[in-house]
């Protein structure tokens, strides 16, 4: 075999920008706790001067770090380490669904076996805080008279629910489909004129079945 064909044995090397290698390394040190939230980030000649790179390779990086939602500027231009949020994480992943192309059918599926189990780990779990948030929801949808209103309240409802379950893991596996999912009401209080009446009162039936600890009926949507 000739040193011409021998080469084709290998393949072009890819390497990664240093930016995308510092964010890396910068983000993993977050997610095991080498740096625990609050922390204040080292400045970017410290982190230049650890990673062996220029300062405009620490901004890139942190730059992208911090639009993950692990970082965040407070006291001035200084970086602490935070965790990411439910409402961070969320818009994130519903663009991913849409680009996704998920359909309808496919979120209303979703939808039937987390919301069901949302409202019943939330009859189960829920605390007097979480009951009043989720009153003080009714209350005001109660008194709303338009439909923009009741769906952005219908949305804010079934997060509470979510916030009430306790679990983190289920918060941030219902809020991507249910921002994507909720918006529809809109469009079914414009064609129904009766379902937001019936929406109140299935609202109005899972909150009293909370603070009855029956998560039997909760679940029951």
């Known amino acids: 075999m000739g040193a011409h064909q021998g080469a084709g044995v290998f393949q072009r090397v890819v390497v990664e920008p240093a930016y995308k290698a510092v964010s ?19 400045t970017e000649q410290a982190l230049s001067e650890r990673f062996g790179v ?20 407070r006291e001035g231009r200084r970086l602490f380490v935070c965790l990411p949020g439910v409402h961070d994480l969320a818009p994130r992943t519903a663009r991913m669904l ?24 939330a009859a189960e779990r829920a605390d007097a805080a979480d009951l009043a948030l989720i009153e003080d929801n009714l209350a005001r949808a109660q008194r709303s008279t ?10 804010e409802f079934h997060a509470l629910l979510g916030r009430a379950t ?19 009401l809109g469009q079914i209080f414009e064609r129904l004129p009766q379902a937001r009446e019936r929406n109140l009162v299935a609202h109005r039936r899972m909150a009293d079945a909370l603070a009855a600890r029956d998560a039997a009926t909760a679940a029951d949507w």
């Open 24 to 42: 890396s390394a910068i983000a993993r040190a977050i997610v095991d706790g080498a740096l625990p939230p609050g922390t204040a980030l080292p």
């Open 54 to 73: 220029h300062r405009s390779t620490v901004r890139e990086a942190i730059r992208q770090v911090e639009q993950e939602g692990l970082l965040q500027r």
């Open 98 to 121: 849409l680009l996704q192309q998920t359909t309808f059918q496919a979120l209303w599926e979703v939808a039937m076996v987390v919301e069901p189990l949302t409202a019943r780990l």
């Open 146 to 155: 338009d439909d923009p209103t009741q769906v952005l309240l219908d949305v």
């Open 166 to 184: 306790h679990n983190h893991a289920l918060m941030l596996a219902r809020e991507p489909v249910g921002l994507l999912y909720n918006p529809t």
